[in-house]
């Protein structure tokens, strides 16, 4: 059994290690309330843009809708990866990571990468195609610096660099789930026109022109509410693994003190029996 001096450090350090989590902890919950007010509030806007863009489209036909709807044959594909730029986080990076090779080991294309969130760079900087990385971004994160980034991609899939473009994030669903999703994101899909739709709309402009200002925002939209679900789901995820961590420091440090007092107990008994054996040799003398 280790020495009294011995476990008390361990006490010390563990207990140093319980106000580091359970602080963590408290600043995620914190920063998860926001997080989670932001993606809420785009989700409901997010949904009604792609009810608006499916309802006009029913007017027009899809071939001369936009470059963003046609269906061309797919040889280059890329991947926008949406992670974190920091760790303790329990496995929120590394199901992304995860999910994005299985995506990788089943397709026969081209692939590239596009890295948002440093630990989605780390990940795929030495043995993929990094087409850019985009860490940065969750610097006073905002739609427009994340509108731009998807301005560009939008522009080398009109200029055929890519053929489909997915994105890989972390759906928040509540503060201890989320949920690994993988969306496309380029060629938007629009259902094909039913007979019971009802179309009987005038427009101002054209339905084309409504079109081709509603799908490129539709597109930056879809990206920018990737991103939040994965922000809010990242605060989730570290206070869940803070939790536990916490607790589990918790148990070892009670199963530290135990071991502590049954060797000081030991020690006392010990030296008891010293003091006394030293009495009963004096008195055989």
Same mark, same amino acid.
């Given at each position: ?62 071939e001369e809708i936009s470059t963003y709807t ?42 590239e990468i596009l890295a948002v969130g440093k ?59 989320? @949920? ?41 939209? @879809? ?26 420091? @918790? ?13 000081? @107990? ?20």
């Amino acid at each position: 059994m280790a020495n009294l001096k011995e476990i008390r450090g361990r006490i010390t350090s563990i207990s140093s290690t319980m106000q580091i989590t359970s602080a963590m902890k408290m600043v995620a919950a914190a920063k998860l309330k926001k997080a989670q007010d932001a993606i809420v509030m785009l989700r409901p806007y997010s949904e009604k843009l792609t009810e608006l863009i499916e309802n006009v489209s029913a007017n027009t036909d899809l071939e001369e809708i936009s470059t963003y709807t046609l269906e061309r044959e797919t040889k280059r594909v890329l991947y926008i990866v949406v992670t974190s730029n920091r760790g303790l986080a329990g496995a929120f990076n590394s199901s992304v990571v995860k999910e994005l090779n299985h995506q990788l080991a089943n397709s026969s294309y081209e692939n590239e990468i596009l890295a948002v969130g440093k630990k989605a760079y780390d990940a795929v900087r030495k043995n993929r195609t990094v087409y850019d990385n985009q860490s940065a971004v969750f610097d006073h994160l905002s739609f427009d610096k994340v509108a731009t980034f998807t301005e560009h991609v939008m522009k080398d899939y009109r200029e055929g660099k890519f053929d489909k473009v997915y994105v890989i994030y972390n759906k928040f669903i509540n503060a201890a789930t989320q @949920q690994v999703i993988t969306e496309q994101v380029l060629p938007i899909s629009i259902p094909e026109k039913r007979e019971d739709t009802n179309t009987d709309y005038i427009f101002e402009p054209s339905s084309k022109e409504i079109l081709e200002n509603l799908i490129p925002k539709s597109i930056k939209t @879809q990206v920018y509410k990737a991103v939040l679900d994965s922000v809010a789901s990242e605060h989730g995820a570290r206070m869940t693994a803070m939790h536990k961590a916490t607790d589990n420091a @918790q148990a070892l440090k009670n199963e530290l003190v135990i071991n502590y007092n049954k060797a000081r @107990q030991a020690a006392i008994t010990g030296e008891i029996l010293e003091i006394v054996s030293g009495a009963e040799a004096l008195k055989g003398s």
